[in-house]
């Protein structure tokens, strides 16, 4: 049954009490509130009420969304192997204690003096990344890593006055997209191969397509298709001969066991943030961080605000404020290096508690079982008949899982993993064509062995339920 | 027991004052946060350690240098941060002029924090996702109705990316026609948001700012003059950042159109004009609504947050995608094809603040949002005929009303008594209370920018009005007050003399500590 809302006063909007608006309008000297609106046209105005729902309390609400939302199913209600660019990780309840605060959540643009606590806590975020990347520097979060490897490529060619960067071919194809969106018209890029199936970059191909205007050389480690990179020096020192800046994206969960790229030659560390404390929130937990040297060729050319600490007019305070804020498009509109404005400020405070709260070992323990549960479970499947780990690297968190040997897709595949209550990794046929039929699969911290064991059975299951179905 | 007084004009306030440590001064070696999940037994046995395999020379030979703290520890350092962060649930906040802060409705938050949201994946297959599917779904709808267009994408994170994604949109469509190389020039007005002209620029455009005549009015015989076949696009607020609203804004559209342009509208902030007026009556191709502004999501120290960007039929094909669709018994997720821009952020943008839009749209359904409209513009008039009573505060250009906000200026009261807006920002946070100028540059002298919003009573507007009353009386009869402000908030004046030197600028902690190491 509807629910009829009486005339009254909404709960968001106090001044709708007649009266109230009567004494306002009297103080301005307007007979109607319409009458605010009477430089507007009338061949633009609305004419009718907009056609939309009926307005629902808040009891009538919560009813009607919770009930729209059973019809999602989360990760924790499947057996989960997507990751590809988010990542399903063990969240300390500390995070989100921290950033469903009311004073955090509702915070916005103050100043270093009532958002103290905002301009600290960033400032440490920054501070506690810089540890584990092995740098001076770091922004306050942009959106996402495209976004953060996008503006860490401008940053290059500013700052190496070239145009063209080159990116690894195993690089995943939506960030493609949002990299060459962002990059063009001013700047164009090549892809470098990679060897199948050792994963590694192609140095021969890298060799052959840097030149005299190549601005950056940008890989990954690990790549999009789970590989460690071991190559990162030689890479580096070739981008560095040809006088192109060297920029690595990493997923900072692995930096407790894996070297920091600045260690082998990055000029420019990027990455998503989203491993450190976020839920995945169907991709809206997403948070980019570039970092560098601290040397001002490098900070000038960051479009992101940068807070720095700064001491008070009284002894033994600190303060907090914004470094070189005459870089920013806030400050000088299109002569701004590029842009800023609303970014993803909460997740970077997010990622600061989750690295306070793990600390140095945390941090190692997380990348050493990750790398145990998902060369346990690489080696489950890679034990199913038809089934194998297409690249040799040693890789991290995620591997490609090759089904060209079963004779069935991966869509055929999932589809029966889906009936088992697993959700397959990343179905890579349409972006890697020439891989085939292979899929790339995600294993975090949080899945147990048993979780592991059901996914080996029911890929072997599919297989065999397939086999039934074209027999008869 | 006596009667306690309470007649003070503005309030007794104090914020919260923790001194807190920089978090890498809580280090106490062996101390630890939280357990990490660890390998089991039998996974060890069978591939050992995990990490003997990582290549030669790509292992990491030092732990990163991160502090090592107890659980309640953490907490207690971060709770006190919170504290000192003045949240827009604590305060009037009707300082932050073109931002739109309006009241968080609880059960929005309290509807988020569920794994059925919190805990999908952007890429777990669409039947288990219908829940969220139709939420952007039925967003875009509202939206549609709201602004006149004909479709939204939710995946732009903010009012910026929205920008970007609109001057990439104009770039595809112009390209697409053969006329990219020749329409070279964006066309935007100074009291529009400086993004605007920085997303065009990155987009490779030349920017083309339009003045505001004597009265404010972005001038359309400015707009005549520089409009030509190289011209790409128009981008503008209406109102602007003034809070006029320019009654002209079809003539501007059409000229444009007739050049062969696209209009596209900044509704950023749309707070004024919900169920009033629309961007397609106005003659806009692409319009952009920040769901952290008009639509009630909250701001989270700077995002995550969505710019909802609508398009006309004729330019759905250059959206990013995926895109949400519907055939009547499901929803699904399509891709846009060869026109679109491709993406401007991964996956579909923020989820989990269309689902607060959503909520706060149906909780308020079409008299509620022409209500929310109304009563933001009441209350502006309101608050701006009280100001203009303050000695020493002024409102430049057109007399008279202004829709949800107004840019005023100090420019007087500096001139009388030597204190400028920066002092007032400061001494307002005496009060508990945010304040914010403008963006650069200055185009209005001393300038501060108030938008009351919705959310606002009158006695909240009259503690805000006070307390720029009583600035202004400090102001004119003992300026260093003001100057020496804050006294009462977290911090005292900062010193902020090293942020433009690089020699003595830190921006990590690690920096501080080698930049500020005594010399032998």
């Known amino acids: ?12 909007i106090p001044n709708m009490i007649p009266e109230v608006q009567r004494q306002m309008l009297d103080e301005i000297g307007v007979e109607r509130i319409e009458d605010l609106y009477d430089i507007i046209p009338d061949a633009i105005k609305m004419d009718r009420l907009m056609d939309m729902p009926p307005a629902l309390s808040e009891f009538e609400l919560k009813r009607e969304i919770d009930k729209l939302l059973q019809k999602n199913k989360s990760a924790n209600e499947t057996i989960n192997f997507l990751g590809a660019g988010c990542w399903q990780h063990f969240i300390p309840a500390v995070c989100d204690e921290i950033n469903q605060r009311s004073e955090f959540v509702t915070a916005y643009a103050g100043e270093p003096y009532e958002d103290k606590g905002r301009f600290q806590s960033l400032f440490e975020y920054q501070s506690l990344v810089a540890e584990l990347v092995d740098m001076d520097v770091v922004n306050v979060p942009t959106f996402d890593w495209a976004q953060a490897a996008s503006t860490s490529l401008r940053m290059a060619s500013r700052i190496t006055g070239r145009t063209e960067v080159l990116l690894p071919a195993t690089i995943d194809r939506d960030k493609l997209m949002i990299i060459a969106n962002y990059i063009t018209p001013q700047l164009s890029y090549q892809l470098v191969d990679f060897n199948d199936p050792s994963g590694e970059l192609d140095l021969e191909d890298l060799k052959s397509k840097v030149n005299a205007n190549t601005a950056a050389v940008y890989f990954e480690n690990p790549t999009f298709l789970g590989t460690i990179e071991s190559q990162g020096q030689q890479i580096a020192d070739i981008a560095h001969a040809a006088g192109a800046l060297c920029v690595v994206g990493v997923d900072p969960s692995s930096l407790g066991v894996l070297k920091p790229p600045s260690q082998y030659g990055a000029d420019i560390i990027c990455g998503d943030l989203q491993p450190l404390g976020m839920h995945m929130n169907y991709g809206g937990g997403q948070a980019g961080f570039i970092a560098t040297r601290d040397e ?33 498009s806030f400050a000088h509109r299109e002569t701004g290096k590029e842009s800023v404005g609303t970014q993803t400020a909460l997740w970077g ?27 346990y479970a690489a080696e489950l499947l890679a034990a199913i008949d038809g089934v194998e780990i297409r690249l040799q690297s040693t890789f991290f968190k995620e591997f490609v899982v090759d089904f060209n040997g079963t004779g069935k897709t991966v869509r055929e595949i999932h589809r ?57 | 027991m006596k009667r306690i ?11 919260a004052k923790w ?63 919170s504290q000192e962060t003045m949240g827009s649930d604590f305060n009037v906040e009707i300082g932050q002029g073109t931002c739109t802060m309006k009241y968080i409705p609880r059960v929005n938050e309290m509807m988020i924090r569920t794994p059925k949201i919190m805990d999908l994946h952007p890429l777990q297959d669409v039947s288990n996702a219908q829940g969220i599917l139709e939420v952007f779904y039925k967003l875009d709808l509202a939206m549609r109705e709201i602004s006149g267009l004909d479709k939204f994408s ?18 595809a469509y112009h390209d697409s026609r053969g006329e990219g190389e020749q329409r070279n020039e964006i066309i935007t007005t100074i009291f529009s948001h400086p993004s605007q002209a920085a997303t065009a620029v990155v987009k490779g455009y030349k920017i083309i700012t339009l003045y505001p005549d004597a009265d404010g009015f972005p001038d359309i015989e400015e707009l005549k003059k520089v409009i030509s076949s190289r011209t790409a696009g128009f981008v503008v607020a209406n109102p602007e950042d003034t809070g006029i609203y320019n009654p002209r804004i079809k003539e501007f559209t059409d000229l444009v159109h007739e050049a062969g342009g696209i209009c596209y509208y ?87 603040t269309v689902l607060r839009s959503y909520a706060w749209v149906r909780s308020l359904g079409a008299e509620g949002l022409r209500q929310v409209a109304h009563t933001a513009v009441l209350n502006n008039n309101y608050l701006y005929h009280k100001i203009l009573e303050i000695r020493g505060a002024s409102a430049p250009y057109v007399k008279g009303n202004r829709l949800e906000q107004v840019r005023y200026s100090w420019e007087q009261m500096t001139q009388e008594t030597g204190v400028t807006t920066e002092d007032v920002t400061r001494r307002m946070c005496d009060f508990g209370l945010h304040y914010w100028t403008s963006h650069h540059p200055y185009v209005v002298p001393q300038p501060f920018t108030l938008e009351p919003t919705e959310s606002y009573s009158k006695e909240d507007l009259d503690e805000y009005i006070n307390a720029l009353q009583q600035i202004s009386d400090e102001a004119y009869s003992n300026p260093e007050i003001v100057k020496n402000a804050p006294t009462r908030s977290t911090v005292h004046r900062i010193e902020d003399s090293s942020f433009d030197d690089p020699e003595k600028w830190c921006i990590t902690w690690r920096s501080y500590l080698k930049k500020t190491t005594p010399s032998e």
């Open chain 1, 1 to 12: 049954m509807e629910t009829r809302r009486k005339a009254s006063v909404h709960p968001y």
């Open chain 1, 296 to 328: 001002e060729k490098f900070v000038m050319e960051y479009p992101s605000r940068l807070f720095g600490i700064a001491p008070t007019i009284v002894e033994g305070e600190y303060g907090f404020g914004d470094v070189a804020y005459d870089r920013t």
């Open chain 1, 349 to 375: 405070i997010t990622a600061g508690v989750y690295l306070a709260l793990l600390g140095p070992y945390g941090m190692q323990e997380l990348g050493q079982t990750i790398m145990q549960k998902s060369q």
């Open chain 1, 416 to 472: 029966q993993l889906l009936a088992d209550g697993i959700q397959g990794g990343k179905d890579l046929s349409e972006d890697f064509p020439e891989l085939g039929q292979c899929a790339l699969y995600c294993v975090t911290e949080v899945h147990a062995k048993e979780e592991l064991e059901t996914l080996a059975a029911a890929i072997q299951r599919a297989c065999v339920v397939k086999e039934e179905v074209e027999s008869v």
């Open chain 2, 5 to 15: 007084v309470r007649d003070h004009k503005v309030r007794n306030f104090h914020q």
């Open chain 2, 19 to 81: 001194d807190e440590p920089i978090i890498f001064e809580l280090h106490k070696p062996g101390e630890r946060g939280v357990e990490v999940p660890q390998a089991e037994a039998e996974i060890e046995s069978t591939v050992g350690d995990g990490i003997s395999r990582i290549p030669d020379g790509m292992k990491r030979t030092t732990p990163p240098a991160l502090p090592e703290i107890g659980q309640a520890k953490v907490l207690r350092h971060y709770l006190r941060l």
């Open chain 2, 154 to 171: 939710f995946q732009p994170s903010s009012g910026t990316q929205a920008l970007l994604a609109m001057a990439s949109i104009v770039r």
């Open chain 2, 266 to 352: 900044d509704q950023a902030n749309a707070n004024g004009l919900l169920g009033v007026t629309r961007a397609k009556e106005a003659g806009f191709d692409m319009c952009f609504f920040n769901l952290h502004k008009t639509f009630a999501a909250p701001h989270m120290c700077g995002g995550p947050a969505t710019g909802a960007l609508g398009v006309v039929d004729t330019l759905i094909p250059f959206l990013p995608g995926p895109i949400v669709e519907y055939d009547g018994t499901s929803y699904d997720l399509k891709e846009v094809g060869d026109l679109s821009i491709g993406k401007v952020r991964s996956f579909h943008g923020v989820a989990q």
